[in-house]
């Protein structure tokens, strides 16, 4: 018998038909797997089409907790069950090819020096995926992308922004600092030596705290092109968006005071959060307006 050497886990709030499709392309991997889903109180159908399907009696472990604790919690609870050397974390919205883990493993035993390593994460027709590879997301990059001045001053590294998919792909495995929270491929020791996901962000911004924390250790965090996943991006969330619009505020609100406010001005950190406050107001009255422009009567 082939000795496991990874464990998926998968957060599972609501995620419908998502869930049993994204572990049916798991169970095509050339390499066995362990599954465990951490649901976090799922109302709808999501464990429902699990039983239906017998996927229960695979290698699939399900961890049900009693209120939804958020992302990064429901990661964390099940980690006590973790023996193996790689660990997955996996969005139950992405879909990933038969040996997209096999290929993991290999970069993993090719860089040794690798905590974690991302993949190409792609749309469902194909296109890259903004937040696959990049850089730490300090104020000044955030400024840059948001305002674009990454683009109009492309020549000047003094305004790079934080996201780099706009870029040609490497041929071969690349150092980056950022990769795509919805597929984590990691390595055991790494976790145990930086830390788990912190839990006090509820959902958005825990992945940048974990980028920030492998960075500032002796682990790499690696991106590779030759692994494709499948991502159908927010499904899950695309149910509650307001909350999660201030679910992003909130973790960017802490993920700023945690790393950087000590290292920049007083009004720095002003039109930071400003930022941060405005974002959220501004896409909070776009996405009211939609909404009394799609329900107003036709006369």
């Known amino acids: 018998m082939v000795d496991t050497l990874v464990t998926v886990i998968i957060v599972n709030y609501n995620a419908g038909e998502m869930l049993r499709l994204c572990i049916e392309h798991l169970l095509k991997s050339t390499i066995p797997v362990k599954i465990i889903v951490s649901d976090n109180a799922s109302t709808d159908n999501s464990l429902n089409l699990l039983e239906q399907s017998n996927l229960l009696k695979t290698n699939l472990i399900i961890h049900r907790n009693h209120t ?50 991302g993949c190409l994460v792609t749309n469902i027709n194909g296109t890259e995926q903004i937040g696959c590879r990049g850089l730490t997301p300090t104020p000044r990059r955030v400024i840059n992308q948001l305002l674009h001045l990454n683009k109009v001053f492309s020549d000047n590294p003094n305004f790079q922004g934080y996201l780099t998919s706009d870029k040609e792909l490497p041929s071969k495995p690349i150092e980056v600092e950022l990769i795509s929270g919805s597929c984590m491929f990691v ?35 690696l991106f590779t092109p030759k692994t494709k996943v499948k991502h159908i991006k927010s499904y899950s969330t695309k149910q509650m968006p307001f909350k999660v619009l201030v679910y992003k505020a909130k973790g960017m609100w802490k993920y700023y005071n945690k790393f950087f406010q000590n290292n920049f001005s007083p009004c720095t950190t002003l039109v930071i959060k400003a930022g941060i406050i405005g974002r959220l107001v501004i896409l909070s009255c776009i996405m009211i307006i939609k909404k009394i422009i799609h329900f107003r009567p036709i006369k």
């Not at 139950?92 to 993991?104: E, M």
């Open 187 to 221: 390595r055991k020791k790494a976790i145990n030596e930086v830390g788990l996901l912190d839990d006090s962000y509820f959902l958005y911004c825990e992945d940048y705290d974990w980028f920030y924390r492998f960075k500032q250790s002796k682990w790499k965090i």
């Open 68 to 117: 939804n604790i958020g992302f990064a919690r429901a990661n964390n609870a099940v980690y006590p069950q973790i023996n193996t050397p790689f660990v997955l974390y996996l969005n139950p919205d992405c879909f990933i090819g038969k040996d997209s883990i096999q290929h993991l493993i290999h970069t993993m035993y090719e860089y040794p020096e690798a905590g974690m390593v």
